[in-house]
């Protein structure tokens, strides 16, 4: 039984690579202006660009041993999300546990910058 499980398992990595490498040659493909539109509006431009020709993209100059590690660094940091915290990273610039905020203040004559959590309620939230 566990031989099916780890097949499965292997199985679903390999689409999830897929889909990470797919959707990374297609982004690469964004103009400026497209990217800030997805991360603003959170869908995809219309009409969707062309993923650059095979060949073209960064990825395709990598091994497989760098895309993989890539691909890793990439789950370990977003592969955990739902869409409801990338979209309110869109909107704030920051992810949901981490809700902090700037204080400025002056002492001895300097500005001084000190980070702190913002409460859950407040209405200061800057984009």
């Not at 509006?41 to 009409?47: D, K, L, S, V």
């Not at 869109?90 to 203040?105: A, F, K, L």
């Not at 002492?107 to 001084?112: E, F, P, S, V, Y």
Request: neutral net charge; glycine residues 6%.
């Amino acid at each position: 039984m566990s031989s099916i499980q780890d097949r499965l398992e292997r199985l679903e990595n390999r689409r999830r690579f897929i889909d990470w490498f797919m959707d990374q040659r297609l982004l690469e493909g964004f103009t400026q202006e497209q990217l800030q539109a997805l991360a603003r509006e959170g869908r995809w431009p219309e009409p969707l660009p062309e993923p650059l020709p095979k060949g073209k993209s960064r990825l395709h100059r990598l091994d497989r041993k760098s895309l993989v590690k890539l691909w890793e660094e990439s789950e370990r940091l977003f592969g955990h999300r739902r869409q409801e915290e990338d979209a309110f990273f869109g909107e704030h610039g920051y992810w949901p546990e981490q809700r902090m905020r700037p204080r400025y203040y002056r002492q001895d004559g300097c500005l001084c910058v000190e980070w702190q959590l913002q409460p859950k309620g407040d209405q200061h939230e800057s984009k």
